[in-house]
């Protein structure tokens, strides 16, 4: 079965850390933009009914609640299996979770990165543990038990402590799936721009090292595990059955088609992107700026990899990757089980030199 993916790439404020093609832009764009997202979802010629759908950006939680219906209206497949809104800390309230609710909307992913004060005002958020609380008490109030929340490893002045107090929000409010990236820091972010220019702002010189990271990214692994909420994939983490059946999709291989700026989507055969800028996406005919052939034989181990439950190569992959197979399972890199390779804890963090083992083009 297929996902759906909208793109909403408005936001009250854009984060230090984040080269998204999404940010604020002036207020009348937004009507414009909705108009045209309307338009390439009703236009779309649906060859299959879709299982799952996800409200990404930028911050789709700010999406007026008398404006969503339109917009899932015209996706078929309603009750989906799967429909999650992306949203901010302080942008959830009871009349948006209603509204939510009444258009299919079952899962919630609080962007909340942090819960420490400081961490949380160098990436230019506004909210605070005690609005997270609030608002995860609100999600289950309304029956949304499926609930995501997101944290960064590796902002600028945290440190072994300050995690471990992060962690302590996800041990109290106990979501189901806990997503954990590692900072990566991009030089079209302000913070990465400050970062080459030597500045100061948003903390650049506060920036852990990437051993310190690393450290705490494998802090949260164990932590969450303990939990009861190991790692299914590289970043992403879920009690048994709560995984995101959307993500899977994008791992998995499953086709998918994305609406809006810079949305992607994949078939099975093509994959294709839309035009990155929201302006421009508004006034577009046609959004569709790229479609080329994929490469799932490729790609199976780029994005299978990152699954716990790793790849099950053919017998021609195994012949045709055999010395880069040989060679990363006796690094310790891969760990083979059966038919199955899997990454091993360290080929987690060193996992971007794993996948470039397996590219052939």
């Not at 509204?99 to 609080?110: F, K, P, Y």
């Not at 790692?231 to 995101?244: G, Q």
Request: net charge negative; with cysteine.
């Amino acid at each position: 079965m297929a996902g759906v993916y909208i793109s909403y790439p408005f936001c009250a404020q854009k984060c230090t850390y984040c080269n998204f093609a999404s940010g604020v832009f002036p207020r009348d764009l937004e009507p414009r933009y909705l108009d045209a997202l309307r338009r390439e979802i009703v236009g779309h010629a649906w060859r299959w009914r879709p299982e799952t759908v996800y409200l990404g950006g930028g911050t789709p939680s700010l999406i007026d609640p008398q404006a969503l219906p339109s917009l899932l209206d015209a996706v078929p497949g309603r009750p989906w299996r799967e429909a999650t809104m992306e949203a901010a800390p302080g942008t959830v309230t009871p009349d948006r979770i209603r509204a939510w609710r009444e258009c299919g909307v079952n899962r919630v992913s609080l962007g909340v990165q942090s819960f420490v004060p400081g961490e949380i005002a160098r990436t230019g958020r506004k909210h605070n543990a005690a609005i997270v609380e609030r608002e995860v008490a609100l999600l289950r109030e309304h029956d949304i038990d499926n609930i995501n929340i997101d944290l960064i490893a590796g902002l600028s002045g945290q440190t072994v402590s300050s995690w471990s107090e992060s962690l302590d929000w996800i041990e109290r409010l106990a979501p189901p799936h806990v997503s954990v990236y590692m900072l990566e820091i991009d030089e079209d972010s302000r913070l990465g721009n400050e970062i080459l220019l030597n500045g100061k702002r948003y903390g650049a010189l506060e920036i852990p090292s990437d051993e310190l990271t690393a450290g705490l990214y494998e802090t949260a692994v164990a932590r969450l595990a303990a939990l009861g909420t190991p790692r299914y994939e590289i970043s992403n983490f879920a009690r048994l059955a709560w995984e995101s059946r959307h993500n899977l999709k994008y791992w998995r291989l499953e086709p998918y088609v994305g609406f809006g700026a810079d949305a992607h989507s994949f078939d099975g055969v093509r994959r294709w992107q839309n035009v990155e800028r929201a302006a421009e996406y508004a006034d577009r005919a046609s959004p569709v700026i790229e479609s080329l052939p994929a490469h799932p034989e490729e790609e199976k181990f780029f994005v299978g990899l990152r699954l716990a439950e790793g790849v099950r190569p053919t017998a021609e992959e195994w012949r045709q990757f055999e010395a880069p197979i040989s060679r990363l399972l006796g690094e310790g890199l891969l760990e083979k089980s059966g038919g199955t390779l899997r990454l091993t804890d360290r080929g987690v963090l060193l996992s971007n030199e794993v996948f470039q083992e397996f590219l052939t083009t």
